[in-house]
Every structure is written in structure tokens, then in C-alpha cells.
């Protein structure tokens, strides 16, 4: 079983920077894809940045040039850096990677962190 643990949310006002990490754990084997998804009160959840196993990212056009996202395959740990931050980005954030063993792929989620973003 693989297990993802974030951290790093909390309250910020407007224009302020936030960093999130997540840190997988557990029977790991091989990481493809990772990613970072938000879900906001009464919508669904959406993509907000993913990034390959090789580097390549891609971003939400609502968090292009705001949120950078990166990955240390050796600790197995995602981050988003989230600056210039608006009201609208407050919203539940999830990790989730593309797991892969002997050719099986799973999708393993974390559980979720608060980011509150105040105008």
C-alpha cells in the first residue's frame, strides 16, 4: 500500500505565497505522473499542475506564472510553490500520484490540505 501525506496549507491574505509538499510512503515501486488537484466548496475538483516522471510540467491556466510545481524522485515528495495567491484559489488541495508496479498502474490520493487565501 502506498500512503501520501501533505502539509503546508493554512491562511494567507491576498498576494501571499504558500508551499505545499507531499511526501509518498509505503510498498513504492515506480512514480509516473504526479500531480496536484484543488476542489473548492460546491465545484469540482480540478487539475492544478502535474509533472512527469522525466520533468515536463503542465498547469492550469488560472495558476500559470503564479504556482510552480517540482518533484524529488529520491524522497518520493511533491511540491507546489504557490505565489501571488487570490481569494479564488482557496479550495481543499490533494496530491496524487500515477503508481506503477510490474506494469500495473494505480492512482493513489493524499487526503488533503486547506489553503484559505483572504481578500
Known amino acids: 500500500q502506498v500512503h501520501l501525506a501533505e502539509s503546508g496549507g493554512g491562511l494567507v491574505q491576498a498576494g501571499g505565497s504558500l508551499r505545499l509538499s507531499c511526501a509518498a510512503s509505503g510498498a513504492i515501486y515506480s512514480i509516473d505522473a504526479m500531480g496536484w488537484y484543488r476542489q473548492a466548496p460546491g465545484k469540482q475538483r480540478e487539475l492544478v499542475a502535474a509533472i512527469a516522471s522525466g520533468g515536463s510540467t503542465n498547469y492550469a491556466d488560472s495558476v500559470k506564472g503564479r504556482f510552480t510545481i517540482s518533484r524529488d524522485n529520491a524522497k518520493n515528495a511533491l511540491y507546489l510553490q504557490m505565489n501571488s495567491l487570490k481569494p479564488e484559489d482557496t479550495a481543499v488541495y490533494y496530491c496524487?500520484?500515477?503508481?506503477?508496479?510490474?506494469?500495473?498502474?494505480?492512482?493513489?490520493w493524499g487526503q488533503g490540505t486547506q489553503v484559505t487565501v483572504s481578500s
Open positions: 496524487n500520484i500515477d503508481h506503477r508496479r510490474w506494469g500495473t498502474h494505480a492512482s493513489y
